[in-house]
């Protein structure tokens, strides 16, 4: 008994002084990031919404200054990043979700609609999008451009600088294997360019014939895989050229923010050897042909049109942004199936997509293959895990295969949540894969009559798929909170 006592595991709960320091700061970071829909509120004159944005950031500041003074000189623990980055997500959606609420949204809404943005989601509840206020649907596509970016990103880019703290704290929300250099090279980067396609999306766009608007939030929220549009008929209305664009900004989107350095650096081989744009560009040319073929064997359409209409809507469900050029409960059974792969593959690892990642889809293809290759060699052979031209450990796998898991279940079991309620199990199943792949993509289910507790349930969603799940559990976890901590003597001093 003493053997085993010895030999288990030592684990420590969070330290409040940390989270709280951590959280603090990047409670101030979006303080600041609120800053631009404040301006671009005063400029409308629309003061009654002005006054409670103003009230949020001042409020997010203060404590962000009060927590977040001085930085602990020690090293965060992996269970105190995983809660800080959610409770960042968390409050934030409730805090911006309150000016919403000026415009005489519901508290419910507001934060659906709150919680869909900083998601990267694009789900709304609201019926008639361009009946609403300038200042809301800018807010909305705002919160989605930050969420795209990622307030980790940010914070250990301009606050956290180098070191294991930076590295776990953007961990997070990106793959080590992406990193290059120091963890505030990689910040600068990743901004830069994601700033970078931002501003070129909103110009094309503009150059289409767009006015300002809806350059403007169309742009932010393409780049962000948002897929937030301030039209009714999302891109169903625009001109082909404009959809071109829009779809084109999306699937840059859907890319590793480091492969256009990648690129920009000269390294051109980067574009044709990495397997997730592969990957990405082959699921969509399937998802689109099998939905073209669909549309134009119903006679509805002409081939042109169907294909059209079949890549916009694959694209958009690949790189997760959810614009829809046609309305997708129109779609007949086998096109729905097809667009809820996409959805649940989402994009490539360190891009603003949501999904499972197409990264972790072609690790467990390329596991499969490995035990079916395994069963033809010899009992004790050694067969090494090097796929994708890269070596695997055993823990990588394992982390890679549990997210996989998590997942498929929750979206199972917020599927089961449906039933109940008579709704259409295919449809049901379409709305759950997009709130958890923060896809944006509808039958029509999501609206203003779904009931509050599955409004609550998507909700739910959309923030396990953008926090992946785990850091969720952590939160969750009473051991997470409560149990013996690091001391002076056990914490290790950061040089």
């Given at each position: 008994?003493?053997?085993?006592?010895?030999?288990?595991?030592?684990?420590?709960a969070?330290?409040?002084a940390?989270v709280?320091r951590?959280?603090?700061?990047?409670?101030?970071?979006?303080?600041?990031?609120?800053?631009?829909?404040?301006?671009?509120?005063l400029?409308?004159?629309?003061?009654?919404?002005?006054?409670?944005?103003?009230?949020?950031?001042?409020?997010l500041?203060?404590f962000?200054?009060?927590?977040?003074?001085?930085?602990?000189?020690?090293?965060?623990?992996?269970?105190?990043?995983l809660?800080?980055?959610?409770?960042?997500?968390?409050?934030?959606?409730?805090?911006?979700?309150?000016?919403?609420?000026?415009?005489?949204l519901?508290f419910?809404t507001?934060l659906?609609?709150?919680v869909?943005?900083?998601?990267?989601?694009?789900?709304?509840?609201?019926?008639?999008?361009?009946?609403?206020?300038?200042?809301?649907?800018f807010?909305?596509?705002?919160?989605?451009?930050?969420?795209?970016l990622g307030?980790?990103?940010?914070?250990?880019?301009?606050?956290?600088g180098?070191g294991?703290?930076?590295m776990?704290?953007?961990?997070?929300?990106?793959?080590?294997?992406d990193m290059?250099?120091?963890?505030?090279a990689?910040?600068?980067?990743?901004?830069?360019v994601?700033?970078s396609?931002?501003?070129?999306?909103?110009?094309?766009?503009?150059?289409t014939?767009l006015?300002w608007?809806g350059?403007l939030?169309?742009?932010?929220?393409?780049?962000?895989?948002?897929?937030?549009?301030?039209?009714n008929?999302?891109?169903?209305g625009?001109?082909?050229s404009?959809?071109?664009?829009?779809?084109?900004?999306?699937?840059?989107g859907a890319?590793?923010?480091?492969?256009y350095?990648?690129?920009?650096r000269?390294?051109?081989?980067?574009?044709?050897?990495?397997?997730?744009?592969?990957?990405?560009?082959?699921?969509?040319?399937?998802?689109?042909?099998?939905?073209?073929?669909?549309?134009?064997?119903?006679?509805?359409?002409?081939?042109v049109?169907?294909?059209?209409?079949?890549?916009?809507?694959a694209?958009?469900?690949?790189?997760?942004?959810?614009?829809?050029?046609?309305?997708?409960e129109?779609?007949?059974?086998?096109?729905?199936?097809?667009?809820?792969?996409?959805?649940?593959?989402?994009?490539?690892?360190g891009?603003?997509?949501?999904?499972?990642?197409?990264?972790?889809v072609?690790i467990?293809?390329?596991?499969?293959?490995?035990?079916?290759?395994?069963?033809?060699?010899?009992?004790?052979?050694?067969?090494p895990?090097?796929?994708?031209?890269?070596n695997?450990?055993?823990?990588?796998?394992?982390?890679?295969?549990l997210?996989?898991?998590l997942?498929?279940?929750?979206?199972?079991?917020?599927?089961?949540a449906?039933?109940?309620?008579?709704?259409?199990?295919?449809d049901?199943?379409?709305?759950?894969?997009?709130?958890?792949g923060?896809?944006?993509?509808?039958?029509?289910?999501?609206?203003?009559?779904?009931?509050?507790?599955?409004?609550?349930?998507?909700?739910?969603?959309m923030?396990?798929?953008?926090?992946?799940?785990?850091?969720?559990?952590?939160?969750?976890?009473?051991?997470t909170?409560?149990g013996?901590?690091?001391?002076?003597?056990?914490?290790?001093?950061?040089?």
């Amino acid at each position: 008994m003493a053997v085993e006592k010895h030999l288990a595991p030592v684990s420590y709960a969070v330290r409040p002084a940390v989270v709280a320091r951590y959280f603090g700061s990047l409670c101030l970071l979006l303080a600041l990031s609120g800053l631009v829909p404040l301006v671009f509120v005063l400029l409308l004159q629309d003061w009654v919404y002005a006054f409670r944005h103003a009230l949020v950031c001042v409020a997010l500041g203060v404590f962000g200054f009060l927590a977040g003074r001085g930085r602990p000189n020690v090293e965060v623990q992996r269970n105190e990043a995983l809660v800080i980055v959610a409770l960042t997500f968390v409050v934030a959606a409730v805090a911006f979700a309150l000016p919403m609420m000026a415009r005489g949204l519901p508290f419910a809404t507001a934060l659906f609609e709150s919680v869909s943005g900083i998601t990267t989601t694009g789900l709304t509840t609201i019926a008639d999008v361009e009946a609403q206020d300038k200042s809301v649907l800018f807010t909305a596509a705002w919160l989605q451009w930050v969420g795209g970016l990622g307030i980790m990103v940010l914070g250990f880019a301009l606050l956290f600088g180098q070191g294991v703290n930076a590295m776990r704290l953007s961990g997070v929300l990106t793959e080590p294997n992406d990193m290059l250099g120091g963890t505030r090279a990689h910040g600068r980067i990743v901004f830069a360019v994601y700033c970078s396609l931002t501003f070129a999306g909103i110009l094309l766009l503009w150059l289409t014939g767009l006015d300002w608007f809806g350059a403007l939030t169309l742009g932010l929220a393409a780049i962000s895989t948002g897929g937030y549009s301030p039209y009714n008929a999302s891109i169903g209305g625009l001109d082909g050229s404009t959809q071109a664009v829009v779809m084109a900004v999306s699937v840059c989107g859907a890319f590793s923010m480091l492969l256009y350095y990648r690129v920009w650096r000269g390294e051109w081989r980067a574009l044709a050897g990495d397997p997730e744009l592969r990957a990405l560009w082959v699921f969509a040319a399937l998802v689109a042909a099998g939905i073209a073929l669909s549309l134009w064997r119903s006679g509805g359409m002409s081939p042109v049109d169907a294909l059209q209409a079949g890549v916009v809507t694959a694209l958009s469900a690949q790189s997760t942004t959810g614009f829809s050029s046609l309305p997708v409960e129109s779609f007949d059974p086998a096109s729905k199936l097809l667009l809820i792969f996409s959805m649940l593959t989402g994009g490539g690892v360190g891009s603003t997509a949501g999904g499972i990642k197409l990264l972790r889809v072609l690790i467990v293809l390329s596991l499969i293959r490995h035990l079916v290759v395994r069963s033809r060699v010899p009992e004790h052979a050694v067969l090494p895990t090097r796929f994708l031209g890269r070596n695997w450990s055993d823990d990588a796998l394992l982390g890679v295969l549990l997210v996989v898991i998590l997942h498929l279940l929750v979206v199972a079991l917020s599927w089961l949540a449906f039933m109940p309620y008579g709704y259409a199990p295919l449809d049901a199943l379409f709305e759950v894969v997009s709130a958890t792949g923060t896809v944006g993509l509808s039958t029509g289910i999501t609206s203003a009559a779904l009931p509050l507790p599955l409004q609550l349930v998507l909700i739910a969603d959309m923030l396990l798929g953008r926090l992946e799940i785990v850091a969720i559990l952590v939160c969750l976890a009473p051991r997470t909170w409560f149990g013996r901590r690091r001391g002076p003597d056990t914490q290790q001093t950061l040089e």
